[in-house]
């Protein structure tokens, strides 16, 4: 297993780390295909409205562009993830210390998505009426970027393994 100066000799598969971390990885697939419908539904949707509506762009560019982020993002914590379970596994040597400041800041742009694109969303819904089908596919563009952020955004990489049954505060708190 990397450290932050090199590879530790003594390093060996970590076979419970990479169960738990299997798990969390069928979430973070979800949260990324989640992430795919929210991108695909809003450029639906602005297509929809620019062909049928005279609405301004800027609400329809935000949804669109902010969903294709969030689904970028989600991609990176999923890559990140499945490169640590490569290392816990076994099979690959991976300097793990180098995935902590992309992972945290994949973190707090998909936190601050999490809350634009449904904002956007909302925008887009209100230059459409509910018989229009860009209404109902920004509708479900929002839900699916909020649960894209949720399942595949917020999971920070911890080079100790994901949280188990106790939680990451709780575990930071007993170790003090």
Partial sequence: MNTAGGVDPGSRPRPLVAERTRR???LIRVGVVCGAISAICFVAASLTLVRYYSTGRLWPVV????????LLLALIQWRIWERALAEWAGVLDVNLVAWLWPSAAAFWLSLVL????????????????PLAPAFWLALVGSLAAIAAAALAGMHRFDPQGPPGSVPAVIRRNLRR
């Fill in 24 to 26: 969390l990885l069928q």
């Fill in 63 to 70: 949804a669109n562009g902010s969903s294709a982020v969030l």
């Fill in 114 to 129: 999490g809350v634009l694109v449904p904002f956007a969303g909302l925008q887009v819904m209100g230059e459409s009426t």
